[in-house]
């Protein structure tokens, strides 16, 4: 939990809103990072209540303005004017007219006015609230606001650099989405940038090696490639060690190029995957997009529409309706598919693999012992093989074992003609040494799931395990897949000692809880162990191990997410779900919603999401936990509706007003790239609390030059543009994500050509951006350039700076000398050269020693020091928001 840091004063008549002052005041001090500041704690004080007042505002980083129906004495104003020219972030709440009782409004027609005044002015140059009607809307109002505010100050750009993993999604309404994953708070939500998607060269080759000296299947190749070619889609399916990958293998390498001319896609292990989470592999496999990218369902379709490919699919464990969603998505494609149990019906053929018919099953044992049979060996091979059914698996043990243990055909046969099939395969796990034991029954434990080489070494304490595996693979006992290391076929037939699978199986889920926080920002480690995770998580759910469970769970989602497998995320959640409910960790719970509602939001579901992250926000208010409520208010706001801008009216001042600058007007497009921005959510600017994170004091980008100061222009007029160069100073990549002007005066410095938007700088490469200057009235203009590199965080600002003059300066023309002696009387008055000052319309040029220098942004008048939202179109084509105001306007 982040400490108390933002001290918040609170502005407000007195007598007439004490209840509002209060509720607010609660709902300030429930959030530890908060300081509510107010006349409520000035004490004692020498001081004049205008005096403390002033000096509290001062001190404090954020200003909160409580508007009712009485204009008071002024004081309230006069913090306002202060908080302006200290640019502290301004929030504005008024009272709802209908809420406010007659006796609390002022009857001096003056003060009325005032008033009126001072909230046209506040309506004008703020985003605010929607009028409040109780003091507990008021601070559910203020509360909501401060975790906006909170998140864009101190956790946008801390948790963009903490982010384990991103995604770019498209929802169905076209909307682009940009998921970060790995934060301890949650996932965050941001506007995306559609990406630069390119298909793969083709024709894509499959990515496992063909299956060479095929016995028999030739039927069944006949059967597939008759079908294949039609369009139609093949499952083979039966026991395991029929052969079927074999026949998949062999399938894929087979010259189908006239007919799928994209080429072969191979999946290893489908498992229960479901169709969407497979179509996004299908998307990868064809298609190449930076940023990382999950399309929408429609997308898909047009995407998939043209595909000529054929997709082979091994171990799929997936029902009929997911075989069916994938098939009518890839109408010019053909699956060709593997597993167990058949689940294809209807179109295409499902062709149950049986044993290799009798020579065939003779030759491959001769193959399997590596020699020729002799003539009497031939009948107790025939006998071997019957008793085995031709089973290709279980041919091979036993000829492994006929090696190993010099064993005759002979003996064989009457070995394997004793007993069931698989009495061999115990018999063989029997006699392992200790060390091949411990594996085989750590994979056993398993019951087929993959693992890594390294999680077996850190499970079994063993130190080298590669011999051992290499023993048990060619026993025909363990099997290397594309996911690591599994027992065969053979293996998960033996009935197991539920005792021992038991203990292994809580050492392989103590052994993941641990390594999966060790590995959290290694996706690519993690995608690669998904398979024991997700076992992990069933096991210990059976096991009643919740914590474990959710520890496991935590970890995986995140790499799920950023992969694009969401439904596997989000059967992940449920689990933690559950498993936070039964224990009652809150925390978890929340945590879990936080997820599930930010995923519904991405897929489109919004009613699903607002629903499941309101929940979200509740439970992590009620606990306290106003940072990771910060986070989920962010998320929540991205299902807002277009916030109205401030109006572009200028405001007639108030007597106390007059003092101050009037607001610089919005230009058009600047409204539409603030209600663009804010209707995503975002709220950006305000002042700083703390500089949480330290910098370096060798910035990773510099300017060329080093401030840009456009001199004087003529009002009405354009600048010649001028160009800057950004370098990388650094030694390492950088990425440029955002590029854009703020500050006051942002609308008055164009970007009108630029090379750095999404560019990357290698160490000592540059890029250029030009800039104008569009001066309006006579004034003296700021603003400065930013650089967000990678991450999202701010790698560099340069000054701008422009002075709008009414005309040129003429220089006085000296009146010609007259021809006569002039008398005394007629002598001409001296002509004294104009100043800038006595030229209608311009502002003094500030003495040299009182110039800003050109690494800071100089400082603008007390009129425009005060916070308002800007935008900034650059030449990308949309618009860059870069927002100083500090309240909003949500619709309803």
């Given at each position: ?139 559910a ?26 995604i ?20 965050v ?48 399916y ?19 190029t ?7 896609i ?24 930076e ?10 379709l ?46 295409g053929r ?20 590596g ?37 005759s ?40 799931t ?52 038991l ?7 103590g ?24 076992a ?9 191990l ?29 689990s ?22 930010t ?14 992250l ?28 277009p ?7 200028e ?65 009405g ?26 500050g ?29 200057y ?45 021809t ?25 040029v ?39 105001s ?7």
């Amino acid at each position: 939990m982040f400490p108390a840091v933002a001290r918040i004063f609170v502005s407000s008549t007195w007598i007439d809103l004490q209840p509002e002052r209060r509720a607010v005041e609660d709902a300030i001090h429930r959030m530890s990072e908060a300081k509510f500041i107010g006349m409520e704690y000035f004490g004692s004080r020498p001081d004049s209540t205008e005096e403390a007042s002033l000096d509290e505002v001062d001190r404090a980083e954020i200003y909160l303005a409580i508007i009712g129906g009485r204009y008071g004495s002024g004081i309230t104003e006069a913090e306002y004017r202060r908080a302006r020219e200290r640019n502290l972030p301004c929030f504005i709440y008024f009272k709802d007219d209908s809420a406010i009782p007659e006796n609390f409004r002022d009857p001096e027609p003056e003060k009325s006015a005032r008033l009126a005044a001072l909230k046209e002015e506040l309506y004008a140059r703020h985003i605010v609230s929607a009028p409040f009607k109780s003091p507990q809307d008021l601070a559910a109002q203020v509360r909501d606001d401060l975790h906006r505010w909170f998140f864009d100050t101190h956790l946008s750009a801390l948790l963009a650099r903490q982010a384990a993993g991103n995604i770019t999604a498209s929802r169905e309404d076209n909307r682009a989405v940009r998921l970060e994953s790995g934060s301890p708070y949650g996932s965050v939500l941001r506007t995306g940038i559609q990406p630069v998607i390119s298909a793969r060269a083709t024709p894509l080759r499959p990515n496992v090696r063909p299956f060479r000296n095929l016995l028999d299947r030739t039927d069944e190749s006949v059967v597939a490639l008759q079908t294949l070619r039609q369009r139609l889609p093949v499952q083979f399916y039966g026991e395991d060690g029929t052969g079927k990958t074999a026949l998949l293998r062999h399938l894929s390498h087979h010259d189908l190029t006239a007919d799928f001319t994209d080429g072969v896609i191979f999946h290893h292990q489908v498992a229960r995957q479901t169709a969407s989470d497979l179509q996004q592999f299908l998307f990868d496999s064809f298609y190449e997009s930076e940023p990382n990218y999950r399309p929408s369902e429609a997308e898909r379709l047009n995407l998939f529409r043209e595909k000529r490919a054929l997709i082979v699919m091994d171990d799929v464990d997936c029902g009929r309706a997911e075989i069916e969603d994938l098939l009518n998505i890839f109408p010019e494609s053909a699956f060709l598919f593997a597993g167990r149990e058949r689940a294809l019906f209807g179109e295409g053929r499902a062709l149950q693999m049986q044993g290799l018919p009798e020579d065939e099953a003779r030759q491959f044992l001769e193959r399997e012992l590596g020699r020729t049979l002799t003539a009497a060996e031939q009948a107790p091979a025939r006998a071997v093989c019957a008793s085995l059914k031709g089973h290709p698996l279980s041919i091979a043990q036993a000829a492994a074992y006929a090696v190993e243990h010099n064993v005759s055909l002979a003996d064989l046969a009457q070995r394997v003609g004793q007993g069931p099939a698989t009495s061999l395969t115990h018999e063989t796990a029997d006699r392992l040494p200790d060390e091949e034991k411990r594996i085989l029954a750590i994979l056993s434990a398993l019951g087929g799931t993959p693992l890594q080489a390294e999680n077996l070494e850190q499970i079994s304490g063993l130190r080298e395990t590669d011999r051992a595996l290499e023993n048990l693979a060619r026993r025909n006992l363990a099997e290397l897949t594309a996911f690591g290391w599994r027992v065969s076929g053979l293996v998960k037939e033996q009935p197991k000692a539920d005792g021992e699978s038991l203990n292994w199986r809580q050492r392989i889920i103590g052994h993941f809880s641990g390594w999966i926080e060790r590995n959290a920002r290694d996706n690519a480690k993690i995608e690669n162990a998904a398979p024991a995770l997700l076992a992990c998580i069933d096991w210990a759910e059976a096991a009643e191990l919740p914590r474990e469970s959710i520890k496991i769970g935590r970890g995986l989602e995140t790499s799920l997410e950023s992969s694009g497998r969401w439904d596997a995320s989000l059967s992940v959640l449920g689990s933690i779900n559950r498993h936070a409910s039964s224990i009652g960790d809150e925390e978890t719970l929340a945590w879990a919603l936080h997820q599930e509602g930010t995923l519904a939001i991405c897929k489109g579901e919004d009613d699903l999401g607002r629903r499941l992250l309101t929940d979200a926000l509740q439970r992590r208010i009620e606990m306290g936990d106003h940072i990771a409520a910060s986070v989920t208010r962010h998320n929540l706001d991205f299902l807002l509706p277009p916030v109205i801008p401030p109006s572009i009216k200028e405001p007639a001042p108030s007597k106390q007003a007059a003092t101050g600058g009037t607001a610089s007007r919005l230009p058009g497009w600047a409204k539409f790239g603030l209600i663009a921005l804010l209707s995503g959510g975002a709220l950006l600017g305000g002042k700083a609390i703390v500089d949480r994170f330290t910098a370096d004091d060798s910035p990773p980008l510099t300017f060329r030059p080093e401030a840009l100061d456009f001199g004087r222009q003529i009002a009405g007029t354009q600048s010649k543009p001028q160009e800057i160069e950004l370098i990388n100073a650094s030694d390492r990549e950088i990425e440029i994500l955002d590029v854009g002007v703020a500050g006051i005066d942002s609308e008055r410095f164009p970007i009108v050509e630029n090379s750095c938007f999404g560019a990357r700088l290698r160490p000592g490469a540059s890029c250029s951006i030009v800039i104008a200057y569009l001066p309006d009235a006579p004034a003296v203009h700021t603003a400065r350039l930013q650089i967000r590199g990678e991450n999202a965080i701010e790698t560099g600002a340069l000054p701008l700076r422009g002075e709008t003059i009414a005309e040129e300066p003429v220089e006085p023309t000296p009146e010609p000398l007259p021809t006569e002696e002039p008398t005394p009387t007629e002598e001409p008055t001296p002509t004294q050269e104009p100043t800038p000052a006595q030229v209608p319309g311009t502002n003094a040029v500030p003495e040299a020693d009182s110039v800003p220098a050109t690494n800071a942004v100089p400082e603008t008048d007390s009129g425009k020091a005060c916070s308002r939202a800007t935008a900034t179109a650059v030449s990308t084509g949309r618009a860059e928001f870069r927002p100083d105001s500090d309240s909003r306007q949500r619709g309803p």
